[in-house]
């Protein structure tokens, strides 16, 4: 039978059995064990992916090269741990659940560092702006406006979706946070979407905030074993009484701060370093977003304090914010890992991600052996990620033991075949189509191609939020 047809085919029988209540194998090799009736990827059982073509575990010890590359091998999933990875892993492992693996390239999920889930609602804003420009007609007006919490969910709903479709499996989510119920709002979608998340809570020095976020994280956060928090601010001198309440707040919490940080040629005469330096801030596992117009001696205070980087390589095309320093970043040893920064790049596309991070290092040096490489781009992407958030001993790469967080990528689509060197080809090739499956904590998120989730009543209740914010925002 020809692929497609095939695939046509299963998606119907799985259609079928599901409405019947049938538990059924996708893609199951004739010597499999059959499952558990009733055993849906839900992450309570066991997986096996058998035999598949190529597995980037991200670990060196695992396999070969830096990557940890092995081919034919295994990859089995107990729960929502990975149980073990590599050739023939999966043949005696009891009542699995098995996916044929066959042909498919098997990755850790992408770690999104940055995003602002709410702002697929402002897709297409002010294309011709540059950063402040952008802000000042798209998110600004939006401070004291009558944003809600159905206006959060909608567009927080829409991008998680989005972003599993692409293979992302942890979001970092800096959020405006409007007005508490619009975080409320924003932490719901993100909760009901099922991927592993961060919620970066933008706080201030009003008491009244700052009650609501310890809230959040003693009564919602730390009851989500999905879930993690920081503190967003934005450090200038100008807003320095807020950044020094965000910073005080993060330390009495014992969770990291994440700042937008020289994003803009204009953002350095703001005093960002300077009110960063006066907080205290500069400090290990403070997050940076951007840091674009960094000196070197900069470089070498936040290299030495431990500060990690969210690259932004798309938004940041789209702003003419600048390109990145870097080849500079990687001779410090710095943790930098790559973010989709929400309506700025307004489609989630980690794989295109990837490549503007390649192509912008070399079309502004005209080097094509500058750094990164294709394999240095999804090395960020995914360990590199982790590592900036501090969760590379959970998540990041196929490791035993860690978080069973993986996709399946089918490269044998017009786009992507033949095979010549995959993981480069996975940079330079991949699209959120070739992206079978997803599995966040052992649950299936994406499934034969298909994103689990109410699609098209994402996307209508998204439609409705932003008519109602682009009034707001009188366009």
């Given at each position: 039978?020809p692929r497609?047809?095939?695939?046509v085919f299963?998606?119907?029988v799985?259609t ?6 049938v538990?059924v ?15 849906r ?11 598949a073509a ?10 070969t ?11 089995v999933?107990d ?5 073990a990875?590599?050739?023939?892993a999966?043949?005696?492992?009891a ?14 999920g992408?770690v ?5 889930a ?6 297409g804003?002010?294309t ?26 909608a567009?927080?709903?829409?991008s ?24 409320r709002?924003?932490?719901r979608a ?10 970066s809570?933008?706080a ?5 905030t ?5 809230r ?9 074993p999905?879930?993690n928090?920081q ?30 940080l020289?994003?803009?040629r ?15 801030a ?9 840091a674009?117009y960094?000196t ?13 980087v ?20 990687r001779?410090?040893n ?14 989630n596309d980690?794989?295109?991600d ?12 005209a080097d ?6 294709p ?8 360990l590199g ?6 969760l590379?001993?959970?998540?990041g ?11 399946i ?9 033949p095979?010549?060197?995959?993981v480069?080809?996975?940079?330079f ?22 994103v ?22 009188g366009?």
């Amino acid at each position: 039978m020809p692929r497609r047809r095939r695939r046509v085919f299963e998606l119907f029988v799985l259609t079928i059995a599901l409405v019947l209540g049938v538990s059924v194998l996708v893609g199951v090799g004739r010597d499999a064990t059959p499952a558990p009736a009733g055993q849906r990827f839900d992450g309570t059982g066991r997986v096996v992916v058998r035999n598949a073509a190529l597995v980037v575990t991200m670990d060196p010890t695992l396999g070969t090269g830096d990557l940890g590359l092995i081919e034919n091998a295994d990859v089995v999933l107990d729960g929502d741990r990975i149980r073990a990875v590599g050739r023939g892993a999966g043949r005696s492992v009891a009542g699995a659940k098995v996916i044929d693996g066959r042909g498919k390239i098997v990755l850790p999920g992408f770690v999104d560092l940055h995003t602002h889930a709410w702002q697929s609602l402002i897709r297409g804003c002010a294309t011709d702006k540059e950063l402040n420009g952008w802000l000042g007609g798209c998110v600004l007006p939006l401070y004291g406006a009558p944003v809600t919490a159905q206006d959060a969910y909608a567009g927080a709903r829409l991008s998680t979706l989005d972003a599993v479709n692409t293979g992302v499996t942890t979001m970092t989510d800096w959020s405006h946070a409007f007005n508490a119920d619009f975080a409320r709002g924003n932490l719901r979608a993100l909760a009901d979407s099922g991927v592993r998340f961060v919620f970066s809570y933008a706080a201030n020095a009003n008491p009244a905030t700052l009650d609501e976020v310890r809230r959040v994280k003693r009564e919602v956060i730390d009851q989500n074993p999905l879930a993690n928090l920081q503190i967003g601010s934005h450090p200038t001198t100008e807003n320095y009484e807020n950044l020094a309440a965000s910073e005080q707040l993060a330390r009495e919490l014992g969770v990291p701060l994440n700042v937008h940080l020289h994003e803009s040629r204009a953002d350095p005469a703001t005093g960002q370093m300077d009110a960063l330096r006066r907080a205290g801030a500069i400090r290990p596992g403070l997050l940076v977003d951007h840091a674009i117009y960094l000196t070197d001696a900069e470089l070498d205070e936040l290299a030495a304090a431990d500060v990690r980087v969210a690259h932004n390589p798309l938004s940041n095309m789209r702003l003419a914010s600048g390109v990145i320093r870097l080849p500079d970043m990687r001779a410090r040893n710095m943790k930098v890992g790559l973010g989709l920064d929400g309506g700025t790049n307004d489609t989630n596309d980690m794989f295109n991600d990837m490549r503007a991070a390649v192509g912008l290092q070399r079309a502004t040096a005209a080097d094509p052996t500058r750094y990164p490489q294709p394999s240095d781009a999804l090395r960020m992407a995914t360990l590199g990620g982790a590592e900036a958030l501090g969760l590379d001993a959970e998540i990041g790469s196929l490791t035993p033991g860690k978080q069973a967080d993986i996709q399946i990528v089918d490269p044998q689509e017009t786009n992507f075949a033949p095979r010549v060197d995959w993981v480069s080809q996975l940079v330079f090739n991949a699209q959120p189509a070739n992206v079978e499956w997803v599995f966040v904590a052992g649950v299936a998120r994406k499934r034969g191609g298909q994103v689990l989730g109410d699609v098209d009543r994402a996307i209508t209740e998204a439609q409705a939020a932003a008519d109602r914010l682009r009034e707001l925002l009188g366009r």
